[in-house]
Every structure is written in structure tokens, then in C-alpha cells.
């Protein structure tokens, strides 16, 4: 069975560092884009940040200079790195990996949501 595990989230105060973490697991062969997304209360699950395998990135506005996305083809891993904080940053942040599998199927996963709260 094929699925991402997120961890790294909590509560951090204004202008403090997180670093998510998003592992792939099961049955792939090969790991295409993987991005974070993230879903505040009331509002649309809205893209993050992504990366291409050949390591190409691109951001939201929201976040260009203080998040950084990172990642790891022999772990299967992606990282989120996140800098000075803001409360506007409080959502639950979700990988997203675009994975072909067992059968040469290609399609898109979901990790399960980590909560990332900034607060004082």
C-alpha cells in the first residue's frame, strides 16, 4: 500500500522555524513532482510550494523567501523548511506527491494533514 507520512508540524511563535517532513512508502517506481499544500479554517486547501525531480521549485508569493522545499530521492522524503513565521502561516499543511507505482500506474497522493499553529 502506497502512502506519505507527514511529520514536523506543532506551535511555534511569530517569527520561529519549523521543518515538515513527508515520506513516501509501498510499492513505487519512480517519484515525479512533490509540493506541500496548506488549508487554513474557512479557506481553500491553496499550493505551497512544489519541486520537479530534477530538483526545479517554485513557491507561493506568500511564503517566497522564508519557506524552503528540499528533497531526498534515495529516502523518498520531501522537506518543507519554514522561517520567520507568521500567524497568517496557521493551517494544516498537506504533502502531495505525483507517483508511478506498482503496474506503471501514475496518480497523485495525499498525506494526511500535519497542523502547524503560529502563535504567542
Known amino acids: 500500500q502506497v502512502q506519505l507520512v507527514e511529520s514536523g508540524g506543532g506551535l511555534v511563535q511569530p517569527g520561529g522555524s519549523l521543518r515538515l517532513s513527508c515520506a513516501a512508502s509501498?510499492?513505487?517506481?519512480?517519484?515525479?513532482?512533490m509540493g506541500w499544500y496548506r488549508q487554513a479554517p474557512g479557506k481553500q486547501r491553496e499550493l505551497v510550494t512544489a519541486?520537479?525531480?530534477?530538483?526545479?521549485?517554485n513557491y507561493a508569493d506568500s511564503v517566497k523567501g522564508r519557506f524552503t522545499i528540499s528533497r531526498d530521492n534515495a529516502k523518498r522524503t520531501v522537506y518543507l523548511q519554514m522561517n520567520s513565521l507568521k500567524p497568517e502561516d496557521t493551517a494544516v499543511y498537506y504533502c502531495n506527491a505525483d507517483l508511478t507505482v506498482t503496474g506503471y500506474v501514475r496518480r497523485i497522493y495525499w498525506g494526511q494533514g500535519t497542523q502547524v499553529t503560529v502563535s504567542s
Open positions: 519541486t520537479t525531480r530534477g530538483g526545479s521549485t
Open positions: 509501498g510499492n513505487i517506481f519512480s517519484i515525479n513532482n
